[in-house]
């Protein structure tokens, strides 16, 4: 189908963002700085907004960065303003997509350009991991901080673009869409390196991805493939080193902060001043509250704490000098403790759950907007069986049960992108559950 020039300028930028998204930062910043300046430029206005007038997921986007916007007006910190330039994303990238109609016919082009980005950032960490492995005395991956250095990246989001990945390819497999080895090679790269790097949250994204998949493709057959699927998930317990170390501690509620802090985040609540329809109103109010409720778990954790665990906090936070231990402990060790995410130097804890964030900061009224994205993503979902839109939602969703990911640029380019491409009327309403048009 031959384009316009105005819609090559727009199908250049798109791809620029999506090929950066997993990237660079500053590529997919570029991309999306042309993608609204085209929109701006092509006009049409009397055109584009009754597309977005009944669009629940519009009106769900929009009402959140209101409240990040009405926020930063509020209180007019530095922290907000850098908040709010990094979550405009979510507000203008649904804008633009739901509203040009000329961006559904061109999908597929997108698509592979994000697998394609995707498939460097999974080839680049898994090549920090084998050099890591051919000089490294270990090869226990299960800190995360020591992780994302050797795979130049953050492990949970190269797990999620992996998982993200896997489910674009399955589908491209299922209708046939260009060579059929292609989409089994670089789904293959994207299970390795999610289970070489022992990304907890994404290798049940994979299972979960796999199980619909084979359930679509073969019904009531697929029950053997689906426990060969388990069989694979569970046998890597005890193959993988990293996997057997990562969820050793999940087991044990050891190493996983999330077992600390989700507690501690729900105990935050009541904190002043906060309100349940508004919340602080303030990530900083909230980041205060979440602080001080840290802070007294870690005394009450000290408590139950062995001597060399007191002594190696109070070292490390400076506190030992008016106290003479005289003991021989050796304390080089502390930072493996049950407790160490406590010892770490850190002011900016979040809650590891979105909703449980928004909720914090912004109360019932951010809730409700999030109401409304899924009720719009339902609709869609039930009217169209946009499989597509499926896939996204069980990634980004579960990403968001586990991680801020609004609080980080690349995670609202995530969410807003992919919900957004897919949220928009197909071409031929007349989706089948057999076959799905990009």
């Known amino acids: 189908m031959k384009i316009n020039y105005s819609d090559k300028v727009q199908l250049f930028a798109l791809v620029l963002l999506a090929f950066f998204l997993p990237l660079w930062r500053l590529g997919s910043s570029i991309g999306f700085a042309l993608v609204v300046l085209h929109w701006f430029y092509e006009g049409d206005w009397r055109n584009k907004w009754p597309k977005l007038k009944h669009n629940y997921f519009f009106w769900g986007t929009s009402f959140l960065f209101l409240l990040y916007l009405l926020s930063a007006v509020v209180y ?34 997108i698509l592979y350009v994000f697998l394609l980005g995707v498939l460097f950032l999974d080839l680049r960490a898994l090549g920090g991991i084998l050099y890591h492995y051919m000089t490294a005395a270990s090869f226990n991956l299960s800190q995360g901080g020591q992780v994302n ?8 989001y190269v797990g999620a673009f992996s998982a993200l990945g896997l489910a674009f390819t399955l589908l491209f497999y299922r209708e046939k869409k260009g060579n059929k080895y292609l989409p089994l090679i670089a789904g293959s790269i994207f299970i390795i390196t999610v289970f070489i790097i022992s990304a907890k949250l994404a290798m049940g994204m994979i299972l979960v991805l796999l199980m619909i998949f084979l359930l679509l493709q073969l019904g009531r057959k697929s029950i053997l493939y689906l426990l060969g699927v388990l069989a694979f998930g569970c046998s890597t317990y005890f193959w993988i080193p990293s996997v057997h170390n990562r969820f050793s501690d999940l087991i044990e509620k050891k190493n996983e902060p999330r077992l600390f802090i989700w507690p501690s985040a729900i105990k935050a609540i009541p904190s002043n001043p906060f309100n349940h329809i508004y919340g602080t109103f303030s990530e900083k109010n909230t980041e205060i509250a979440l602080n001080k409720e840290y802070k007294k778990e870690t005394q009450i954790a000290l408590q139950t704490a062995s001597r060399w665990e007191v002594i190696a906090y109070l070292k490390k936070n400076k506190l030992d000098s008016e106290f003479d231990f005289n003991v021989p402990y050796d304390i080089k060790d502390y930072s493996k403790g049950k407790w160490w995410w406590l010892y770490a130097d850190k002011k900016n804890f979040n809650t590891h759950n979105q909703f449980l964030g928004i909720y914090l900061s912004y109360g019932l009224l951010g ?62 309403k007349a989706y089948s559950s057999i076959h799905i048009h990009v």
């Open 149 to 156: 250095t050797i795979i130049h990246h953050e492990r949970p």
């Open 76 to 109: 007019h910190d530095k922290q907000s303003m850098f908040e709010l330039e990094k979550r405009i994303g979510l507000f203008l990238i649904p804008t633009v997509l739901l509203s040009s109609s000329s961006i559904k016919e061109r999908k597929s082009i």
């Open 367 to 428: 809730l409700l907007s999030i109401g409304f994205m899924i009720y719009g993503l339902s609709i869609q979902l039930a009217r169209y069986r946009n499989y597509y839109l499926l896939f996204s939602i069980i990634v980004i969703f579960l990403f968001l049960l586990f991680e801020n990911i609004l609080a980080k640029q690349q995670g609202v380019f995530m969410f807003g992108l992919f919900l957004s491409l897919f949220y928009t009327q197909p071409s031929n």
